[in-house]
């Protein structure tokens, strides 16, 4: 979309917390997720700490280099919020005392009944000269001002306050101060099963013939997500410009496309569990409960998964899943063998639909050279057959764990929407 | 410190998912906090989007006014990953590929056997010439390059990966070669039980009697984390220092220090379980196999968990613990004496010597006037008793499983380490 949007933002949060990493700096990642909705591309954020020369210096590159600045943090009442000082410095005027904040914050702290002084807060008052106030409702206001010819919006560092002055006011008036007549629209598509290379691969020479539609590619490990931004004339043409693209990824890479915006693989599993009236009993080995945790963090999970069985010893599987001690002394916990007789044992003991089972070697120990670490049977059944299929994962103990949880829920979900999938 | 170091540092960190806020910057939190640690000044904190003019900007300007660059993200396989490219530019050397780390991804390639060519995989190799390597344990490796006499830290992207390179390779490094005569040691210690505000209270008193040593907290949730740094003019009067400091924060905080560095709390539980050779087998109800999967994320768990039984339905609370009908009718399946008679069922039943138990409401629906969303039991017991207490956690679903998860293994380490602890 480069050439299409032509305002240039920056972000500059301030704070000493977060230069030393003490506190994670959610207003850089709300801010810049907003802006980027507006279509309004972000230069970069710069975070320095409670420091007025440095403040002063982030501040003079970014009215030089770009359209428009947003500032977080500095604005307390105490000493060390210096970025009022700084932003008057940079701006060329003086600090003055604005009346009407003034009276409110007395008025305020008249209310709260406790005898403090108001010269304490006086501070939160002065501001520099010419300064727009932003909906002063608490008793730190943000504001603007321009700054030679670049607005700068200087919000509060709490995140709460930012996030409202933001969608309250700022984001009304960027929406209708910089429109160019065209609008945005947005679309976040999860897959599950290809790796962001071969994702691209097989996309990139479609998205090379979507006018007005970008792809950005978020791996969140083991999935990959895909975002599909549209700039279009109007609402119309922007939702038909993200149809079309959306339908290309979904052609394209199938049933690898589990699910939109905040669908998880366990919430996609659970609606068709819930659609189709099916309970399901899971038998966990490997993967220690990580399937049962993904499952049950959906609300209102207790109506399809029956009950989830962690067997870590052998013995556990003989007396809670009916896994017979042959089996295990012929091929092993870890067998095909055994991960059929756990899945099918967990569903008939439980008397319910679907029976789905792990079992493999998670690591640092227990590989042999026929089942090395990373070896996982993952077996899924329901009263007319079970399936199992046999894995092979790299990674650390935690990064086998979380790749067969995740394989075992994709298996799932491919039982419900892909008839015959079970023979292949 | 003021005043000792000397070190300027600046960090960049490099994504278009950072830019358009739709990924929340972790790494700039974490090289941070470590950086600030160590007691080296960050100067600013930069990020930008995937783009070579951009980051050939800030590079350039971070090496001209800082004495060492940490830069994080853009070093992946695919096109839009350009950081390699731009610290070559910036730093006037050709790109060439590293034969070590070519071999080393076509092993990784052919030992996972899909028949990938390598070459999608090549740029992973290719480097600016005079690039040191960093730990190339993954496929993406880190590197330093000196830039106009400036060391340039680059990193991966993926939070694990930076954590992993920063504690094991960076950190020595900026220790021993930022010496300006004196040393540093630095000592991780968690705790879990008392929010931040009140371990604040008891050691800030303690802490301004600390010449030497600094301490940092970095809340985890649900645990408080303490980093306490000592700068001192030689090895022995810095360990000498923070045994000290670690001394006071003990003695003021008692049990609720629960281990250092690595710790964790299910680590703790599983190296007093295995101490003392006992097995332990656990019935989950609420926290949905979240208390199985921190337990058996531990290195050779299976010698001391039996089982984990998520009895999410009554049925199963029936048929597997030997919850008896008449409880769950009286008191429900929410209930102290519900959770009592888990415990002790899926210990009598796994014939092993601790059972504990979990059973609440995580909501967002089921709660009542009497048993609130949050209200959560865990009993905990061994062949002599079963003790049970009740809890009122606060917050969404997935943090009041996390809070009960927490509360339960706590439980089981104080048991160990608090005689007469069950009594209480």
Redesign the interface.
């Known amino acids: 979309m480069d050439g299409v949007c032509r305002v240039i933002a920056e972000i500059i949060t301030i704070g000493d917390e977060?230069?030393?990493?003490?506190?994670?700096?959610r207003n850089?990642?709300?801010?810049?997720?907003?802006?980027?909705g507006l279509g309004v591309r972000?230069?970069?954020?710069?975070?320095?700490?409670d420091d007025l020369a440095?403040i002063q210096d982030?501040l003079t590159r970014a009215v030089r280099r770009s359209d428009l600045v947003l500032v977080t943090g500095g604005l307390g009442p105490t000493e060390d919020d210096v970025t009022c000082a700084a932003a008057a410095e940079v701006g060329g005027v003086p600090l003055v005392r604005n009346e009407a904040i003034w009276l409110k914050i007395k008025g305020y702290l008249e209310l709260r009944g406790r005898g403090e002084s108001p010269e304490r807060y006086e501070k939160l008052a002065v501001l520099p000269q010419g300064a727009e106030i932003i909906d002063p409702r608490g008793n730190t206001c943000g504001f603007s001002i321009i700054v030679g010819g670049v607005p700068v919006f200087l919000l509060p560092g709490v995140p709460e306050q930012t996030r409202d002055l933001m969608d309250a006011q700022v984001i009304p008036f960027l929406s209708a101060g910089l429109a160019d007549g065209s609008v945005l629209r947005q679309r976040l598509i999860k897959t599950f099963g290809l790796d962001?290379?071969a994702i691209?691969?097989k996309l990139a020479p479609l998205a090379a013939d979507w006018p007005g539609v970008s792809l950005?590619?978020?791996p969140d490990?083991p999935e990959v997500h895909l975002?599909l931004t549209a700039q279009a004339k109007d609402e119309n043409e922007a939702a038909a410009l993200i149809t079309r693209a959306e339908g290309d990824v979904r052609r394209v890479l199938g049933k690898v496309v589990y699910g939109r915006e905040h669908d998880r693989l366990e919430s996609v599993v659970g609606e068709l569990l819930a659609a189709r009236g099916r309970k399901l009993a899971?038998a966990?080995s490997?993967?220690?409960?990580?399937?049962?945790?993904?499952?049950?963090?959906v609300?209102?999970?207790?109506e399809y998964?029956?009950?989830?069985?962690?067997?870590?010893?052998n013995?556990?599987k003989v007396?809670?899943l009916g896994v017979s001690g042959e089996t295990l002394e012929k091929h092993g916990a870890v067998s095909a063998e055994t991960a059929v007789e756990m899945a099918a044992g967990v569903r008939e003991?439980?008397a319910v639909d679907l029976g789905l089972a792990v079992t493999g070697i998670?690591?640092?120990?227990g590989g042999t050279d026929e089942k090395p670490v990373g070896t996982v049977f993952i077996a899924l059944g329901d009263a007319q057959r079970t399936a199992v299929r046999r894995h092979?994962f790299?990674g650390r103990?935690?990064q086998i764990?979380i790749l067969s949880a995740a394989h075992a829920l994709d298996w799932l979900r491919r039982y419900f929407i892909q008839p015959g999938f079970m023979d292949s």
């Open positions: 977060l230069i030393s990493g003490r506190v994670r700096d850089a990642e709300f801010v810049a997720g907003r802006l980027f972000v230069r970069a954020i710069t975070t320095v700490a440095r982030a962001e290379t691209q691969e950005g590619y978020y490990f975002m899971v966990e490997c993967t220690g409960g990580l399937i049962g945790h993904r499952l049950t963090g609300p209102g999970s207790s998964v029956d009950r989830v069985l962690v067997t870590y010893s013995q556990a007396e809670l003991r439980s998670a690591g640092p120990d092979r790299m103990r935690h764990k």
